[in-house]
């Protein structure tokens, strides 16, 4: 889970970036400039403007309402974690794995669900801290009309969330069984599909998401098996050749 902007050429021991952390957001830049050139941090004015967004923006993901049990940022992480895929709602059996890329505004709107009556805005502003921190990882850049995600079954974003931790053994055995499957961890690239682009009803198993390789966009079908809409301008190219 990424918990910061700021690059070093070895791991920043976690007292001493939170400690540059704090000193950032206090507005005391300059101790935490100090601090940084001590260790080895280029600190710019672009370095230091970009991680001081990156800590209001998740803070602000991370507030939890007085209307809600779980932030925003919560909500999401227990969504990718398969909490609204439950038919019994009084029970949660998870985790799941995730059966083809999703669109934001529908990994939003499930946990819009949990977090009502709050705004959307800030489920959409906690899946951007998201996908900066690394649990969703967008597929094909390009291919999809509009952008698709998929997860990446990051552990540590389920530690952080008490009573959830549980399940962080499951995500991690996600993570090693694709991991060993996919050659080179393609699979956090492509994210997965369950049918591998067939023109059945989904039957074959959980492999990769070919993007414009599948068969669907290549014979010029406005979406994949999945309902998820091609990229019109790109579809004409394959229809062509």
Not at 42 to 71: D, G, H
Not at 76 to 100: C, K, M, Q, R, T
Not at 235 to 241: D, I, Q, T
Request: aromatic share 12%.
């Amino acid at each position: 889970m990424k918990t910061t902007t700021l690059k070093c050429d070895y791991l920043i021991p976690s007292e001493r970036l939170i400690e540059i952390q704090m000193k950032l957001i206090s507005g005391d830049e300059a101790k935490a400039v100090l601090l940084g050139n001590k260790l080895g941090i280029e600190m710019t004015n672009k370095v230091i403007a970009t991680e001081i967004e990156f800590l209001r923006q998740l803070e602000a993901s991370r507030k939890k309402p007085v209307f809600s049990e779980y932030s925003a940022w919560e909500w999401l992480i227990l969504v990718a974690l398969g909490l609204d895929w439950e038919e019994d709602e009084d029970e949660f059996h998870g985790p799941y794995e995730w059966n083809s890329p999703m669109q934001k505004k529908s990994i939003v709107g499930m946990a819009s669900r949990f977090y009502s009556p709050g705004p959307t805005e800030d489920l959409e502003l906690a899946f951007d801290v998201l996908v900066e921190q690394g649990l969703f990882f967008q597929v094909h850049p390009g291919v999809f009309a509009d952008a698709c995600y998929y997860c990446e079954y990051d552990a540590d974003f389920l530690r952080e969330i008490p009573g959830f931790e549980r399940y962080a053994p499951q995500w991690q055995a996600f993570q090693e069984k694709l991991d060993r499957k996919f050659d080179l961890r393609i699979w956090r690239t492509t994210g997965l599909c369950w049918g591998g682009g067939s023109q059945g009803t989904s039957e074959l198993p959980l492999s990769i998401c070919l993007g414009s390789s599948c068969c669907r966009f290549r014979e010029g079908d406005s979406v994949c098996q999945h309902e998820l809409a091609f990229n019109p301008m790109i579809l004409p190219v394959m229809k062509s050749l």
